[in-house]
């Protein structure tokens, strides 16, 4: 887990983790200017209080998720994390050699359309483009084999797998996972 450091001023939560200079109030309600490197020098949890920093903790990305909300807010007056996870959007389009590990990776035994013992997405998609009719077989092998990027919306990518029996949310699953690849 992570930290990051906030303070109140004037009504407004300010996270001062990766700042410079930064400004606090006072006991009296003046305002302190913290010089760069300060906050460093605040070592101690009853320094950050007297000058008004908050420690806070960013929880870790739950594995498969990604922030979909990160907010610091006042609550009672002292600073909080309003953060919030969530599925990572869906590109519209990934490089195709990130598609193909995504499906290499991606297991399809024989219970699925074109799948086989100890296949994976790659050779099923390979068989599906295949069983097209001509020339949309051919074509869409050529698109799968050269093409620097698949769309999720692309003619290529609904046929091939409506033939194999993928729902919306496993391609949506296969794109995002494509994303995440080198």
Do not use: C
């Amino acid at each position: 887990m992570s930290k990051i450091y906030a303070v109140a001023l004037d009504g407004a939560a300010i996270e001062v983790s990766n700042l410079g200079q930064f400004w606090t109030r006072d006991g009296e309600g003046e305002l302190v200017q913290h010089l760069p490197g300060a906050l460093s020098s605040y070592i101690a949890e009853e320094a950050l209080a007297e000058k008004g920093i908050v420690e806070l903790e960013v929880p870790e990305t739950p594995e498969g998720q990604v922030v979909t909300l990160r907010n610091l807010v006042l609550e009672g007056g002292v600073p909080a994390l309003d953060i919030e996870f969530g599925l990572a959007p869906v590109p519209p389009e990934v490089g195709m050699h990130r598609a193909h590990k995504a499906m290499m990776l991606t297991p399809w035994g024989p219970a699925r359309n074109f799948g086989s013992e100890g296949a994976d997405l790659y050779d099923a998609a390979l068989l599906a483009m295949a069983a097209l009719p001509a020339p949309s077989n051919k074509l869409a092998r050529a698109e799968f084999l050269r093409a620097p990027n698949i769309v999720r919306a692309g003619d290529t990518t609904t046929n091939v797998a409506a033939l194999l029996g993928m729902t919306g949310e496993e391609v949506d699953d296969l794109f995002r996972l494509a994303a995440t690849l080198p």
